[in-house]
């Protein structure tokens, strides 16, 4: 026999505040998938689009942060449940930081405008695939509530800062050769940083969804 | 040199020293099984309650947490067929032992009931009746004991230009407040109190929390309340008991926070119970 739930209200609106979440991830995977676009294809009306979007990501940001204080004020959460409700603000945090990223390397994208790229665009869309990948477990696992995906996730963090630094350090390399597309460079790098951010920011919801399971703090971004 | 530190270290201090780490027990409870006739109410639990702590008892109804506090004065005497095995040590004595003065007890262990108790008399007389029943007889006395009682209850603000009108005409929280006071006046050192709020309005509630916190830096408080965030607002320690069992007992911020026992969880978090 099912054992009756005697919360099942506040269940729901739990379930309900990790919809709205996931939605919101959804939103700003998307945006981050659009500026990768635009980059590739030089597609500064793409890149608009996205810099455009980021107010739907803030205001799904607000909606959970005012439902997830009403649950506080009005179900009094103690232990997993209170965590479970701290975890979705916090992950909602870094899921609008995902999206911030998202626009700033579109607004790269418009900064570079439609000049010819110095080289062909590789090894960013490979470090990007990386980085998203992070972004899919660290939601998942915040999802599905499995520290093991979130362990794995946090565990991708080092390649992800390892292909930034050694791009960066090619990036460099063609700056006596091209003096003329200095712009281009910084911006291209400034692109791999908010990759690297990205990849942080999907590490940071790994620590969160073992603190929610665990109640305790590990610091994985390190 | 170092035979000075050993010479120092070797002398006797005037004063009784208490390490910081080691929390002084002031009741030690060992394998106490309480029973109704031939039903086990309580199964055989230990635990230390820490002096100047409130320690929270929490559970669902029939768990046996009420009937383990009131084991701790011998309330439970006055139940036909109600019987307790094993030890609650008290300095040095097994308060369970049939030797023990129940009365001299009850005067260091006092108790506050869930509904306001007071007696239908003044409530200056509320004060003074157990005090002159243990030969406390002196007018001078009794004033000075009514009014540090009624001042430690934090009620004499509101009752000092009455104290001879019937207690009855007081608030529900007042009265509570009243009760706790005619407790301390007999100046006990453990204060059992028996769900002591649940009858009072948010207001009167918080005052009577307010100064159960300021009472246990004279007095060992334990607590039997079915209000999770009273016991989490106010108590040090927490021991959840379920079916007679004691599920876990830890500092309230760990019970609260990070339960180590998931029955402890599901009951806190109002999953059942």
């Known amino acids: 026999m099912k054992r009756m739930n005697t919360r099942s209200n506040f269940d729901n609106n739990l379930k309900h505040l990790k919809e709205m979440l996931l939605k919101m991830a959804g939103i700003s995977e998307q945006a981050i998938k659009d500026a990768m676009l635009a980059l590739l294809n030089q597609d500064l009306e793409l890149a608009n689009r996205v810099i455009n979007g980021d107010n739907a990501i803030d205001d799904l940001e607000q909606e959970i942060h005012e439902k997830a204080l009403m649950l506080i004020a009005t179900e009094s959460p103690v232990a997993r449940d209170l965590r479970r409700i701290n975890v979705a603000l916090k992950v909602s945090s870094e899921v609008e930081r995902m999206g911030d990223m998202a626009v700033n390397i579109a607004k790269s994208v418009v900064h570079i405008g439609e000049e010819k790229y110095i080289k062909e665009i590789v090894d960013i869309p490979q470090m990007m695939e990386a980085a998203l990948e992070m972004v899919t477990d660290s939601i998942t696992a915040f999802y599905t509530e499995d520290i093991t995906i979130a362990q794995k996730c946090a565990e991708k963090d080092d390649a992800v800062d390892n292909m930034f630094g050694n791009l960066v350090h090619e990036l460099m390399t063609y700056i006596p050769q091209n003096p003329n597309s200095m712009n281009q460079i910084i911006q291209l790098s400034f692109i791999c940083r908010f990759i690297e951010r990205i990849a942080d920011h999907s590490t940071n919801i790994a620590e969160n969804v073992i603190y929610q399971e665990t109640g305790k703090r590990l610091n994985l971004n390190k | ?273």
């Open chain 2, 1 to 273: 040199m170092l035979t000075a530190i050993k010479e120092r270290t070797n002398v006797e201090l005037p004063f009784q020293t208490t390490s910081v780490f080691q929390p002084e027990t002031i009741l030690a409870v060992k394998n106490l099984e309480i029973f109704y006739g031939e039903k086990r109410a309580v199964n055989g639990i230990s635990l230390d309650i820490e002096k100047n702590t409130v320690t929270a008892l929490i559970g669902p109804s029939g768990c046996g947490k009420s009937t383990f506090l009131r084991s701790i004065n011998r309330m439970n005497d006055l139940i036909p067929g109600a019987k307790a095995i094993g030890e609650i040590i008290y300095e040095d004595l097994n308060i369970l032992s049939e030797d023990i003065n129940v009365v001299a007890l009850r005067k260091e262990i006092g108790m506050v009931f869930q509904k306001p108790n007071p007696f239908p008399k003044s409530i200056y007389e509320n004060i003074t009746h157990g005090l002159k029943f243990a030969g406390i007889k002196k007018k001078s006395k009794l004033d000075e004991i009514v009014e540090e009682s009624l001042r430690k209850a934090a009620l004499w603000d509101e009752v000092k230009d009455r104290l001879h009108k019937s207690a009855l005409s007081l608030s529900g929280g007042q009265q509570q407040r009243l009760c706790i006071a005619r407790t301390i006046a007999m100046k006990p050192t453990v204060i059992l109190l028996d769900e002591p709020s649940s009858a009072l309005d948010p207001i009167s509630n918080a005052k009577v929390e307010d100064l159960i916190v300021d009472l246990k830096k004279e007095y060992s408080i334990i607590i039997v309340t079915h209000n999770m965030q009273q016991a989490s607002r106010i108590s040090d320690k927490t021991a959840f008991f379920l079916s007679g069992d004691l599920i876990e007992y830890d500092s309230t911020e760990t019970i609260f926070t990070n339960p180590s026992v998931k029955k402890t969880e599901e009951y806190i978090s109002g999953r059942f119970g």
